[in-house]
């Protein structure tokens, strides 16, 4: 039943190795985020698609990037994880046209 | 970068009790959202109300929406244990990209 899935719902990463974070959906929306959520504050949007079109937030470090194959699935990858990085990462899609926001259980992730 | 401020940060009543949040934001929407979030969750989104509507109830909460003012409010009524939470506003830009950006969040904690 699960929509949207985040994989894995926990993630440790050694300080600068490479990570990649998934996200899949069952759906068939066409818009998909990324955001970051640190400890009790508010998620941050990293990056989003709007259908086909990539929009990358003017401050989304470049360490960051994100990868979208297909519609069903999207990544998140960070190049060179610091410890200011760990957080959790919350993957959402949503139809076009201005609706909900479903999103996963979220990712999150230690540097070590 | 944020687009909400929500207020209370931080709210803590009794069981039974009604609790209200605020959401102010910056620039013109398209739709704003309220979610919940369970400590370490992902987010669940529970009500969104158009920028031609004013005012919109589902079950025991009541949003409200003031674009001259650009503030939306978050009532929930006859408290429960269970609605203990955080509660984040979010809105849709109205630049036609689905761009969905959170507020800071209100911590609301339900005294049995």
């Known amino acids: 039943d699960a929509m949207v899935i985040q994989n894995p719902r926990y993630q440790v990463t050694q300080f600068g190795k490479p990570v990649t974070l998934s996200c899949s959906q069952t759906?068939?929306?066409?818009?998909m985020y990324w955001y970051q959520q640190k400890s009790s504050q508010a998620p941050k949007l990293l990056f989003h698609?709007?259908?086909?079109?990539?929009?990358n937030e003017a401050d989304t470090p470049d360490n960051f990037q994100s990868r979208r194959p297909n519609t069903s699935f999207c990544f998140l990858d960070i190049r060179s994880p610091g410890l200011g990085d760990a957080a959790m990462y919350l993957c959402?899609?949503?139809?076009?046209?201005?609706?909900?926001?479903?999103f996963g259980q979220g990712t999150r992730l230690t540097v070590v | 970068s944020q687009q909400g401020e929500e207020d209370p940060q931080a709210l803590s009543i009794q069981e039974g009790e009604n609790a209200t949040m605020n959401c102010s934001y910056k620039?013109?929407?398209?739709?704003l959202q309220w979610y919940r979030q369970n400590s370490g969750r992902g987010l669940v989104h529970l009500i969104l109300?158009?920028?031609?509507?004013r005012e919109k109830h589902s079950g025991r909460l009541r949003v409200t929406l003031d674009t001259s003012k650009k503030s939306s409010s978050l009532l929930i009524t006859a408290s429960r244990a269970a609605d203990t939470a955080s509660y984040f506003c979010?809105?849709?830009?109205?630049?036609?990209?689905?761009?969905?950006?959170f507020g800071t969040g209100t911590r609301l904690t339900i005294i049995p």
């Open positions: 109300i158009r920028s031609n509507e």
């Open positions: 698609y709007y259908d086909k079109d990539f929009n």
């Open positions: 759906l068939n929306h066409n818009v």
């Open positions: 959402a899609t949503s139809r076009v046209g201005g609706e909900e926001a479903f």
């Open positions: 620039t013109s929407i398209n739709n």
């Open positions: 979010a809105t849709e830009n109205n630049f036609g990209n689905e761009k969905l950006t």
